[in-house]
């Protein structure tokens, strides 16, 4: 039996984009044993899927601590991995795969470090653009997994796999149908769209369609989110009480609801592997090729400042992406309203219906 471990720490998103590894390697080898390692927060959109064993949850802020990471290299060289995927490909994990012990460990180049150590057994590079439907980090994903062994019918999408109790949810039992969820901030606050812009495109929706609207952000945005309620107008059709803390929570609170709208995130990646439409809004400075999965004319679509004025973006080369991330409002308040409803109304449009006038 093979023992398989893949590294994803960080961000939400990134850890269910990188479970189509443990999807397709079982079908390589239906009776390994795999283990993701990654960061405990995230572990809610990892659970109950039948194609990982087991879940090595790490606190992000105690991994940083030398002696943590000292232990946990021990710990994973303990454990006798015969394939390591590393998709986070940093230090920290770049040192697990160094010490594992594991006779096969892949990961992906990165020019920029001067460290020249045999981390990786088969070390790959990142696509330079994408060239499937899935989009670029599905795609560096998989081919982790083709560089080394040969995929005949390869899943791209990632799936969220709910419990039957899950799935009969009963807090949105008592709302209006259909449910509309409204991420109102991104994971960050560069990711975060100017909250004035929020509450317009939120009062577009109520005015415009016969919906319950629900607010998604994470709990210590807490402020922001009752602010964004304050500039609404429609606040009859807002129910602020219906929310979840957890990220399993919101998994199975966004199973409950048919569409959302959000910054681009791990909210549009758990809703997309829920099979739920969506419309994203990316930040400037998010490079839109990496993580647009999916999109066609109907289920999932999209807006980015660079596809609506790209003579904005003619001074920054790929490599400034830092620099407008340090400040995205600039260029943040280009993207108005009034441009992302030219693409947000034909979205809703087709799924939702028009309000009533009397």
Not at 121 to 143: Q, V, W, Y
Request: hydrophobic share 35%; net charge positive; charged share 30%.
């Amino acid at each position: 039996m093979k023992k398989i471990l893949v590294i994803q720490n960080k961000r939400i998103g990134d850890v269910l984009i990188s479970s189509v590894i443990a999807n397709n390697i079982k079908k390589i080898f239906p009776e390994s044993e795999i283990t993701y390692f990654v960061y405990d927060y995230t572990t809610g959109v990892l659970e109950n899927n039948p194609n990982i064993d087991r879940i090595i949850a790490v606190k992000e802020k105690e991994l940083k601590k030398f002696g943590k990471l000292y232990k946990t290299l021990l710990k994973i060289r303990a454990e006798k991995y015969d394939i390591i995927f590393d998709s986070y490909a940093k230090f920290q994990s770049r040192l697990i795969c160094l010490f594992s012990g594991a006779e096969i460990r892949t990961g992906f180049k990165r020019s920029y470090k001067k460290l020249k150590l045999p981390f990786y057994t088969h070390p790959i590079d990142f696509l330079d653009h994408k060239s499937k439907f899935c989009g670029k980090a599905i795609e560096d994903r998989f081919n982790m997994i083709t560089n080394l062994f040969p995929l005949k019918e390869p899943e791209y999408r990632p799936k969220i796999f709910l419990t039957d109790g899950e799935k009969s949810y009963h807090k949105t039992a008592s709302l209006k149908k259909p449910i509309v969820m409204f991420g109102i901030m991104g994971s960050t606050k560069a990711k975060s769209m100017p909250l004035d812009y929020v509450a317009q495109l939120v009062d577009f929706v109520l005015e415009n369609y016969n919906v319950s609207l629900l607010f998604n952000y994470a709990p210590y945005q807490l402020e922001e989110a009752k602010h964004v309620y304050s500039l609404c107008t429609h606040k009859e059709r807002i129910f602020m009480d219906i929310y979840e803390s957890s990220i399993r929570g919101f998994c199975v609170l966004m199973n409950s609801c048919d569409l959302l709208i959000a910054n681009e995130g791990g909210s549009i990646h758990i809703a997309k592997a829920l099979d739920k439409p969506t419309f994203t809004i990316y930040s400037p400075f998010i490079d839109k090729g990496d993580w647009s999965s999916f999109e066609d004319e109907i289920t999932h679509q999209s807006v980015h400042l660079l596809e609506e004025k790209p003579e904005l973006f003619e001074e920054f080369t790929r490599d400034s992406r830092k620099e407008i991330e340090a400040n995205p409002e600039s260029l943040y308040r280009h993207l108005t309203p009034e441009i992302i409803l030219k693409k947000l109304k034909p979205f809703l449009d087709k799924h939702l219906k028009p309000a009533k006038v009397d």
